[in-house]
């Protein structure tokens, strides 16, 4: 299959070459042959073309996409957002130029950018949204042709891609503190890559750092989080400080167990076991853990400190 379409753009190249031979001027033909030395993989050879077909109609949109996808390819991004930025000089309501910076965007960093850019790109064409073959142009823009070919008969209700930017940028707000606006990002990331569990994680933790309002919230994130993925520890830990702070001390110690279980480094499970421990008056088990936690490096001293404290409110 591969070697056919390969013949056939190497058949579509001879016919592009005939009509340049009658007419050099010909801008669309040294467009469409650029496309093809594209799709073969000879970006130089097709930038030769876009080129030669900006010299002869500077105003033709269409091909500073095309430009601009070839730039993308050789990693030359900020070309290609240059390229892409003219195309929608020329022409606002094209989509594809859109889409395709924000794919340039989206290997910069850049995420807002590049969401500004994807949401304008859907709003101009809905075949874009990732619910009516979105993944297919993701492909395109990669590079993928034969992933087109193969995969996108048989689409996923998702796009890896467009769920990644919004869930980077809402680890930016995470860490920033704007728990408001990553719960804004990871709830459009949530639809989009509804199988993966770290997404729902980090959902999770922003719902339990707004306080125990919404605590409920984090549990149902965390509980699909271990559906989706039974080794995920941190999101046991995490379940069982909503639960410790809950004062649900046996369901805490059910998850630190868990934790302990998949990773029995993990120091922090150790400690956290131990306070518990403590509330229900278990000090011969608290103070194993407390051992055990100053063996893997958890501060002893403040840790004892924080038992003791807990032992005088019982």
């Known amino acids: 299959m591969v070697h056919a379409n390969r013949d056939l753009l190497k058949e579509a190249i001879a016919e592009f070459d005939e009509a340049l031979r009658l007419d050099p001027e010909f801008a669309l033909a040294h467009h469409n042959r650029g496309e093809s030395y594209f799709m073969l993989g000879e970006s130089k050879r097709a930038i030769q ?50 889409y395709s910076r924000g794919g340039a965007y989206f290997e910069l960093g850049q995420r807002d950018q590049a969401i500004e850019d994807y949401e304008k790109a859907i709003s101009l064409d809905r075949r874009l949204a990732p619910d009516r073959g979105y993944r297919c142009r993701i492909y395109e823009e990669l590079d993928q042709y034969q992933q087109i070919v193969r995969n996108c008969k048989a689409l996923t ?29 990871y709830n459009k990331a949530v639809p989009l890559n509804k199988r993966v569990a770290k997404v729902y994680y980090d959902r999770g933790l922003a719902y339990k750092n707004q306080g125990k309002n919404r605590y409920e919230e984090a549990l149902q994130d965390f509980n699909q989080a271990v559906r989706l993925d039974p080794k995920f520890v941190a999101a046991y830990y995490s ?15 059910e998850e630190y167990d868990q ?26 088990e608290a103070e194993q853990d407390v051992e055990r936690a100053a063996e893997l490096g958890i501060d002893s001293g403040s840790l004892i400190a924080g038992i003791e404290e807990l032992k005088d409110r019982r």
Request: proline share 4%.
């Open 49 to 98: 073309d876009y080129d030669e077909a900006v010299r002869l109609d500077p105003e033709f949109a269409l091909v500073y996409t095309s430009r601009g996808r070839a730039y993308f390819r050789q990693g030359d991004y900020e070309r290609a957002i240059q390229d892409y930025g003219e195309s929608i000089r020329l022409n606002p309501e094209l989509a594809l130029a859109y």
């Open 259 to 284: 934790v302990i279980r998949l990773d029995p480094l993990y120091a922090e499970a150790y400690a956290s076991r131990a306070r518990v421990y403590t509330t229900l008056g278990k000090d011969v």
């Open 157 to 185: 209700e998702f796009d890896p891609v467009f769920a990644e930017v919004y869930h980077d940028r809402g680890l930016s707000y995470f860490e920033l503190g704007d728990y408001q606006r990553a719960l804004r990002d």
């Open 239 to 253: 379940r069982g400080q909503v639960y410790d702070d809950l004062e649900r001390p046996r369901f805490a110690i």
